[in-house]
């Protein structure tokens, strides 16, 4: 074996080497914004599921008080109120691409 050939292959591998470490820190990197966002995002699911179960509970508190001519315009008011909360409380979407 010729030494000049071998350190030939050995700068080829530490080079292939020092390429595969720097992929490996980047996909590293995109997992853990990926992870991240996916915990922000679950625990606005979960805020949202029990905002939405406990509005539940208190709608039908609230249909109770109500009078008969009330309640045909209630599930109008609750639906725009709900719809202005999730608004606050949604998902972000504003880092996602229109291809996404």
Do not use: C, H
Not at 25 to 54: G, H, P, T
């Amino acid at each position: 074996t010729n030494t000049p050939n071998l350190l030939g292959q050995i700068q080829k591998l530490q080079a292939e080497l020092d390429s595969l470490r720097t992929r490996y820190d980047e996909l590293r990197k995109v997992s853990d914004r990926a992870a991240e966002r996916y915990k922000s995002d679950y625990q606005k699911w979960r805020n949202f599921k029990q905002w939405l179960f406990e509005d539940l509970e208190r709608d039908d508190e609230v249909r109770k008080a109500l009078k008969s001519s009330e309640l045909r315009a209630y599930p109008k008011a609750s639906m725009l109120g709900k719809r202005k909360q999730f608004e606050v409380i949604g998902p972000d979407l504003s880092g996602f691409s229109d291809a996404e």
